[in-house]
């Protein structure tokens, strides 16, 4: 026996979104109650997103947050050489996503109504300012110093698509992260 | 499963297209913790619970390569 699970039918044949999505003006700053990482995990959470099964944009986007979210569950545990794996697998995850595509969304319109969070260039930053402190204590403090540049960079690029509170902390968290010269 | 969609339209539908299989209602919660992003897709499950194939796209059910996929997880052991 088998079971075919099939998720479409009506919405298969009207695939025009029914709800218009809300345009904010170009310097608008998302707030954290709006957008934060909580909210990004409870999006995609749900049947995990293996590597070798990832076909669609969309499928690394998930799997990458998903892969954060364990990294980050297990640095609260102090398994800094774990967290490490899943944070790093996380950003592969990412980088695949920005080949296709390269700019933060606040919401993606993926599918008719469904609106999602998307910030890949930014979930690739504070996973690299969570890595800062995976490496230095692992005491690898060359890579801690090349997350740190690596996240200010995507935290710029998140920042030039979209403005949001989360982005200005990360940016600060890399200020007080590392000694200044 | 039909997402969102209200249960008198799904009814019609399924008249319409004399659809004899069951359709759910689903608000989001199954689809979501699918992974669903894009529809139609389809997903199968085997015996013991697990997925083993999914479709991103509409399929011709009718199509020698769909009859040969289904009789292979048929086929699969118990």
């Known amino acids: 026996m088998i079971f075919i699970l099939i998720f479409g039918f009506l919405g298969t044949r009207c695939a025009a979104p029914k709800e218009e999505l809300k345009t904010y003006p170009k310097d608008y700053v998302h707030s954290l109650t709006e957008i934060n990482l909580e909210k990004v995990f409870h999006e995609n959470r749900g049947l995990k997103v293996m590597e070798e099964n990832a076909t669609t944009v969309h499928d690394y986007y998930r799997g990458g947050v998903q892969e954060k979210e364990e990294g980050e569950r297990l640095m609260k545990e102090s398994g800094w050489g774990e967290s490490r794996v899943h944070l790093e697998k996380s950003n592969r995850f990412f980088r695949v996503v920005l080949k296709h595509l390269p700019e933060d969304e606040a919401y993606r319109n993926i599918y008719g109504n469904q609106v999602v969070i998307f910030l890949p260039n930014l979930l690739i930053a504070d996973n690299d300012l969570k890595l800062v402190t995976v490496y230095k204590n692992l005491k690898n403090d060359n890579r801690a110093t090349e997350a740190s540049a690596d996240g200010q960079r995507y935290v710029a690029e998140s920042l030039k698509s979209v403005k949001t509170e989360w982005a200005y902390q990360i940016k600060k968290g890399f200020e007080d992260a590392l000694p200044k010269k | ?78």
């Open chain 2, 1 to 78: 499963m039909a997402t969102k969609e209200k249960e008198k339209d799904l009814i019609k539908y399924k008249k319409e297209h004399h659809i004899s299989s069951p359709i759910l209602e689903d608000d989001a919660g199954v689809s979501t913790a699918y992974g669903v992003w894009s529809r139609p897709q389809t997903f199968f499950i085997n015996r013991e619970g697990k997925i083993v194939g999914r479709v991103l796209k509409e399929m011709d059910w009718t199509s020698k390569n769909m009859k040969d996929l289904i009789e292979y997880l048929l086929k699969e052991k118990k």
